[in-house]
């Protein structure tokens, strides 16, 4: 029996890809999925980080059309990036095995929203599983893949910030998967989505639904403790690990896939519970669900949809505890490292009494007391379209005020097309852009990133220049400067750009502190070329 391991979920959803024969991962790091795709690495796999969660689903959909097996890793808010992939891709279908693992962020421990993914499954009609330990993540890892080339449909593997992240022991399996060998057949009806192929396509995708759920009656990850009370409690993910400890007389059947659900198996168990309760983090999926299919269970009071569940707030969902909940403790609010660079380009706007369009990474810190100097902050890549929405209807002198904020791995991710929109639709004062350029993503712990010029494993391969990048998009006045060693210019150059009608992009280039000494180690064993 090979050797049980203590792994997170992350490393064995790594482990669990790999000895499903999975030949390639892709993806962009987000908090909690960033660790899935650097372990696999580790352990050997081929995996490479994509310009943003698009494109990373789009190249393993193409590995998956080959033949082969592939996973695509992303944080909750990246599958609204890599949506319009997966609705088509569910109807497509593919060859291999694809799976998209999905990493969810119950209680927003690092992330702009709570959204539930088990909806986009849903939407897209795409079966989701979800794991509630370590054990649980490689085991349904694998079992994403079988199902995935069982059915050829896409399968979501719900993550979520707890189990992503807690470690526990991990007994792998002896039975180790060989990667496929990829060949193409040609399927044009098949895999080019116009409306007559697409028409029939969606029909097969139903036809699919419909067994998986039936062999989710009989055959699903499901199971069934058996209590000694007359409670029963419907649950899935750690939710239902928080269920077993708070009740442990009820019984309790926990679902590994929740979608499609297996409606029969859930009624069955319902039919002689005198209390019936659905214990899930996020939104009430199950519930509605299992109401809409005549199950008798309770809407949970709505402040148990926010957040993470735990034992305590799970002894008050069964005793319809509705008093105010104790306020955690308030930890040390995050704040930028002292002398990051990004946090003189910020002094410098807040002077300026700016009007900053900002965007996501460290430096939306910047947001924070004592600096407050960023005024929006939406989605990746949203500092140059907000910027520009503002610029366009507001009294000039207040237009004037406006400048756009990106990080150099989000402009790559999606600020390409905001420039696109500044060039084709540029307002009548201008506008001003800088990228704080500090050479890695430095958020999720310094990945890589198209403008670093060296790819996941830090080996180096082409750079994008960002500042050639805009000039050829058709940006006149383009600078790069260092914001620590010429602050004074860089200050003047956003007055002069923010007096001119004209476009200008201001490239902040400056290492981040806490990655500099690595950059420097790795440029120094193969410098990048661009
Ligand atoms: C769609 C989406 N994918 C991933 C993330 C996670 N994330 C937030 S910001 C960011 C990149 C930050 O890097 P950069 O723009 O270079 O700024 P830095 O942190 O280095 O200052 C990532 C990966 C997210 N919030 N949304």
Redesign the pocket.
Known sequence: MTEKRLLSGNEAVALGALHAGCARGTG????PSTEILENYTLLGGEAAWAP??KVAAEVALGVAFAGSRAMVT??H??L??AADVLFTCAYSGIQGALVFVVADDPGLAS??DEQDTRRYGMAAGVPVIEPGDSQESYDFTRLAFTLSARWKIPVILRMTTRVSHTTAIVQPSDKIEAPLSPHFVRDIPGRVMIPGHARIKHRELRAKLREIQEWCETEGPNQIHQGTSSMGIVSCGVASQHAREACPEASLLKLGMTYPLPFKLILGFLKNKTQRFVIEENDPFLVEQIRAEGGDVPWNPEPYRMGELNVERVRRILKGDLTPEPVPARGRPPRLCNACP?GYVFEMLKKHDCIVAG??????LAALPPLSAMDSQI??GASIGVGLGLRHVLPEAEARRVVSV??????M??GLTGVAEMVFNPPPTGHVLIV???L?????GQ?E?PATGRKLDHTPTTRILIEEVVKAMGVKTVLVLDPVRQLAELESAVMKALQSNDLTVIVARQP?LLAAGRIRSYEKSVPTHS
């Open positions: 962009y790091p987000g908090t943003n969660e992303m944080k808010v990246g609204n990036v992330s702009q990004h965007d996501i990474g460290c430096y939306t989605c990746m990106i990080g150099d791995s989000t402009f991710h999606s704080l350029d500090n890695t993503t430095a958020m999720t990945q990133h981040c």
